[in-house]
């Protein structure tokens, strides 16, 4: 596991320099509230745009590009720790955009980014959500006689 630890660190800190490099000031690096956590929290040189950064590292694309395994759950996860963010450090005024980058390769034999910009956003989550409770009413609720999903 910590091997594993390592090597997503290390896709972050290569993350977090691309970055840098493209002009973007990076805030936060795992930035923490609770449960929720945000990879990279960057700003635009024109202090107007905040972005919400899942860094994700694999070996190679093997089994599909390393953003696919970004579920509904985390996407829900990271949009509240945005808000959470912008909270705690009074960032109301900015516009937050949800990115993604994709480090594939490994420190010995060379790595690729692939920065995926507006990867997805809130309106699509509620929509979602609000789809799936209408044919789906009761589900994740306490039933009477135990609970059940």
């Known amino acids: 596991m910590a091997r594993n630890n390592d090597f997503g660190k290390w896709g972050e800190e290569c993350a977090a320099r691309y970055m840098e490099e493209k002009g973007w000031y990076v805030r936060h690096r ?10 990279l929290v960057c700003i635009d040189q024109d202090s107007t745009l905040l972005l919400s950064i899942e860094v994700k590292t ?18 829900n996860n990271r949009i509240r720790a945005a808000r959470s963010y912008i909270f705690d450090f009074h960032l109301q005024h900015l516009e937050v955009r949800y990115d993604t980058i994709n480090v594939i390769g490994t420190p010995e034999m060379g790595y690729e ?13 509620y929509e979602y959500y ?20």
């Open 30 to 39: 795992n930035w923490q509230k609770h449960h929720h956590e945000i990879d």
């Open 58 to 75: 694999r070996a190679s694309e093997i089994w599909g590009a390393p953003d696919e395994s970004i579920d509904l759950e985390k996407k």
């Open 113 to 125: 980014i692939v920065h995926k910009e507006g990867a997805y956003n809130v309106e699509e989550q």
């Open 130 to 149: 609000r789809e799936r409770k209408k044919h789906h009413p009761q589900k994740g609720k306490w039933k009477t006689g135990g609970w059940k999903r």
